[in-house]
């Protein structure tokens, strides 16, 4: 009984241990994608409003708007959304929206594939129309 009962746990304990060493081997993983994406560039959106007119400049690293750049890895364009609805595609990355009417707005802006499909969200904004 005492042997069977030896036995019972140290078949736990071989388990236990050849069940960490995935999660050791996923956590390093983890741990240098992290690192990874540290050393990347930020993504950076600049506006400014002007009269009823908002100015947009975005750097996104690594992403192209011209096909033909095989030097970026991501090609494709930007949907500008005012108040929750498409308002324009804009194929530059500085651009601005103009005649906006007086009050408050919020422009979205997401970075789109070349097949209409979405990279993400790239940032969202609020502004003020005096």
Known sequence: ??????KRQ????LLMIGCCVPVVGFSQALQDNVAAKENTEPVVVNHRVKD???FIECLIPNFSFDKENTEKEYHGHLNVYLDGV???TVESAAFVIRNLPEGKHTIRLDIMREDGGRYLSLKEMKV???
């Open 52 to 54: 009823h007119n908002v």
């Open 128 to 130: 003020e129309i005096k």
């Open 10 to 13: 140290l078949i736990i304990i």
């Open 1 to 6: 009984m005492l042997l069977k009962r030896g």
């Open 86 to 88: 498409k308002h324009q």
